[in-house]
């Protein structure tokens, strides 16, 4: 299984643990024969020197028995977690270059509990693997030699009661198997609700959701809690029962032991010894039981985690290594189809851009403007046309060389929680505070930002702290201090009022000279001086051309720009 690959790395420790376990189970079984000959070859004949030289001995083991016992302990758990590091660095890393829409298939709530407590269970079973699976059948098959040695009919007697606690292991892991997929899933569930909680707070608030959040976690929450009691409740008859069955056994092998001390065919020490190794392989079987009981849980665990990691996710993109910068993008029929979609999201795009261009795009909700951006920062590869990057296809190119070209501001942005300069820095490391300070003044982001360590100013997760168009001028000046060919700007003006919005295009106009430059928007304003101007409608191209063409040619754009005051042709 694919789940347990890493394991291999830590063959050295697992196979020092087998030998720890070893010698652990050997000591433990050897001290029950010692205590045999102690009390009918030394207490028996009152030989004090035998007593205290077997004494000494049992020390010794004892001793020995404690040391490989803790060592074992400590190695396997070293062992266990660095396999679930292991593991959970591995989901991450697969996660890490998922599509949107595969992390969305699986669900966010859900890829976080596959990564922490499903791996949680999945190291706990190596844990288990590791001793108890090694040293219960030992003990049972170990405990069984000796006991027969000691006495052979007495074990033949004791022998009966086994198949009681194997048809007692079997009903009950029969009983909860299906249990633990549904229990996975309920877990899924309030995590998924919990999160949604955070993300969604304002939206939970603004319209006074908060009882029936509420009502729903709870649900959810008790969903668990019945599940969880249900296999708990049904595992925790296991215990008793077995406790029970062994404690029978005990009184029968004292009973029939008791019988043939009288007939001279056993010795008291030996039943001592007996009763000691009876209770070794019942402690083997319920230690074989507990992992019985664990495997439905486990193996339900790792389904879960070998589904994200053997996932076969969509490659985007080919292995063509762009030389040079950017300098020149153009579509040619371009056409996408949102995976299991019936229609397009784009059709049969044309247009072509060059260094030092200015590319608008506008239209309204829903009509391909953001698809578009996905295609070009391949997100997803064309569906049907051509999307050409200095003249090769978008598709044919190593994703990382046409991305690091690229500065891109989103329509959501999102900050971390560091100060500016991290923030800034997230996006060129190597960014001066000189060069950063200039950028923040390029997006009128300065100006909000106190004078007195203005790059230490802490942003709040997500930029919180700051308005709605504070956030904006901050995204842009993020993507501005990275040193790309092309800068896109996905609706990135809308929350800024005309004035701030007309000084930061005329900013940027002179600060972007040397590169390519998309700006979708919703406002005229924003893209009338772009060089080119796609107005898209439901995924098609309505018009193209500077804003003066449009104004004449196309009615469309032309009712957009009169409905907006924008309706004067270039000065
Ligand atoms: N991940 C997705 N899976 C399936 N369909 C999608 C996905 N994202 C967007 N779409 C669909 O594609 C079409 C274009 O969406 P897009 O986000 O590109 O619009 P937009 O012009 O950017 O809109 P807005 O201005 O509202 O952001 C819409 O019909 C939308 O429902």
């Known amino acids: 299984m694919s789940v347990f690959r890493d394991l291999r790395k830590y063959n050295g420790l697992l196979a020092l643990v087998f030998f720890l376990t070893l010698g652990n189970t050997f000591g433990e079984l050897f001290l029950p024969r010692l205590l045999a000959l102690i009390v009918d070859n030394g207490i028996a004949v009152e030989d004090v020197q035998y007593v205290l030289k077997i004494g000494g001995i049992m020390l010794v083991v004892t001793l020995f028995t404690i040391v490989v016992r803790g060592s074992a302990s400590y190695y396997s758990a070293k062992a266990a977690l660095a396999y679930s590091r292991d593991l959970r660095k591995r989901i991450f890393n697969k996660v890490n270059h998922m599509t ?16 922490t407590n499903d791996v949680g269970h999945i190291e706990q079973f190596v844990l288990l693997m590791m001793r108890p699976l090694l040293r219960a059948p030992l003990q049972f098959i170990g405990g069984l030699i000796m006991a027969y040695l000691t006495h052979p009919r007495l074990t033949g007697i004791v022998l009966i009661s086994m198949p009681i606690i194997f048809v007692l292991i079997y009903f009950v892991i029969r009983v909860v198997i299906p249990y ?13 609700l919990l999160r949604q909680r955070l993300t969604g707070l304002k939206v939970i608030r603004a319209f006074s959701r908060d009882k029936q959040e509420e009502a729903s976690f709870e649900e959810a929450n008790d969903e668990y809690y019945q599940l969880s009691m249900k296999i708990n409740n ?18 029968i092998a004292v009973y029939f032991g008791a019988q043939f001390i009288i007939d001279g065919s056993m010795n008291i020490g030996e039943l001592l010894a007996f009763i000691q190794y009876t209770a070794q392989v019942m402690t083997g079987l319920v230690m074989l039981s507990r992992m019985l009981t664990i495997i439905p849980r486990t193996s339900t665990s ?70 578009f951006l996905k295609l070009l920062m391949q997100f997803y590869d064309p569906t049907e046309g051509e999307l050409l990057i200095n003249g090769q296809q978008i598709n044919q190119l190593h994703t990382e060389d046409v991305r690091r070209r690229m500065s891109y501001v989103p329509q959501q942005n999102f900050f971390f929680s560091e100060s500016v300069r991290g923030n800034m820095q997230y996006s060129n490391p190597d960014i001066s505070d000189e ?12 100006e909000f930002l ?8 802490k942003v709040v997760r997500g930029g919180a702290n700051f308005s709605g168009g504070q956030r904006q001028r901050l995204a842009i000046t993020r993507a501005l201090a990275r040193d790309a060919n092309v800068y896109i700007f996905d609706d990135s003006f809308s929350a800024l009022d005309y004035r701030t919005d007309y000084e930061i295009r005329q900013a940027l106009e002179d600060r972007l000279k040397g590169a390519m430059t998309i700006i979708v928007a919703q406002r005229v304003a924003t893209i ?44």
């Open 302 to 371: 790792i389904a879960r985690v070998q589904e994200v990691i053997e996932y076969p996710s969509r490659k985007v993109g080919g292995s063509a290594r762009l030389t040079g910068s950017t300098h020149s993008i153009e579509a040619k029929d371009l056409t996408f189809y949102y995976p299991g979609a019936n229609l397009p999201a784009l059709e049969k795009i044309n247009f072509s851009l060059k260094t030092g261009e200015v590319l608008g795009i506008i239209g309204g909700t829903g009509s391909g403007k953001s698809t």
């Open 435 to 446: 060069q950063i300070l200039n950028d923040l003044t390029v997006a009128k982001a300065r």
């Open 234 to 251: 049904t595992m925790s008859t296991v215990q008793p029962l077995l406790t029970f069955v062994v404690g029978v056994t005990t009184v």
């Open 180 to 192: 633990f997929p549904i229990l996975q899933k309920a877990l899924d569930r309030v995590n998924l």
């Open 450 to 457: 106190p004078e007195e360590d203005t790059l230490g100013t």
């Open 100 to 115: 949107f829409d595969e992390t969305e298939a699986f669900g966010i709530s859900s890829l976080i509990t596959r990564t």
């Open 528 to 571: 009338r001086h772009a060089d080119k101007i796609l107005v898209l409608e439901d995924g098609k191209v309505q018009g193209y051309g500077s804003h003066d063409e449009l104004l004449a040619d196309h009615p469309v754009y032309r009712e957009i720009a009169v409905s907006q005051g924008e309706a004067e042709v270039s000065r």
